[in-house]
T-cell receptor, first 114, second 112 residues
């Protein structure tokens, strides 16, 4: 079985301060993990993915995430928030290489305060 | 490439009506899937397909049918719409199973 828990439903940060969005996963198999971003009334865009290569994954727009197997976590970070980062963020898990089903977290809404 | 396209963008149905949500991709992807997005629940998988002629159920399949006659198209059918099917529907595709999914822009469905 696989599942994802996003620990915060809403995060607020000031512009220019660091962003931390937390994700814990559960998987009976070696996982592939993804972070997607959804801007209001838009589709989903891939930020980054982990597929059993390097544990520190760099994505678009300055985001990165670290896969920690011992903690079953895949937290998303960014050193300095920008107004354009305000959006909904989803953590997703599937079985590496063969996953038919993708399991989404319930999402974290990020607000950036000017 | 247009990527993943979905039609219509918005639809209003009455309870009991049927309709088909269209999804197409031009990336020659084998894997396609349908999700529904409801407030506070993330995206939940309805049906998926690993190739033409092959479909299977996801987490919330009841009330929906799919078929995959071509690699490009993966329509989702609502046989008898219910208010509980009011949602935003996303289609996605990936080259193969377990790989990065690319999402369409979504269809917003309201069932009265």
């Amino acid at each position: 079985a696989q599942s994802v828990t996003q620990l915060d439903s809403h995060v607020s940060v000031s512009e220019g301060t660091p962003v931390l969005l937390r994700c814990n996963y559960s998987s009976s198999y070696s996982p592939s993990l993804f972070w997607y971003v959804q801007h209001p009334n838009k589709g989903l865009q891939l930020l980054l993915k982990y597929t059993s290569a390097a544990t520190l994954v760099k994505g678009i727009n300055g985001f990165e995430a670290e896969f920690k197997k011992s903690e079953t976590s895949f937290h998303l970070t960014k050193p300095s928030a920008h107004m354009s980062d305000a959006a909904e963020y989803f953590c997703v898990v599937t079985r590496a290489n063969t996953g038919n089903q993708f399991y989404f977290g319930t999402g974290t809404s990020l607000t950036v305060i000017p | 490439n247009a990527g993943v396209t979905q039609t219509p963008k918005f639809q209003v149905l009455k309870t009991g009506q049927s309709m088909t949500l269209q999804c197409a991709q031009d990336m020659n992807h084998e894997y396609m899937s349908w999700y529904r997005q409801d407030p506070g629940m993330g995206l939940r998988l309805i049906h998926y397909s690993v190739g033409a002629g092959i479909t299977d159920q996801g987490e919330v399949p009841n009330g929906y049918n799919v078929s995959r006659s071509t690699t490009e198209d993966f329509p989702l059918r609502l046989l008898s719409a219910a208010p509980s099917q009011t949602s935003v529907y996303f289609c996605a595709s990936s080259k193969n199973r377990g790989e990065t999914q690319y999402f369409g822009p979504g269809t917003r469905l309201l069932v009265l």
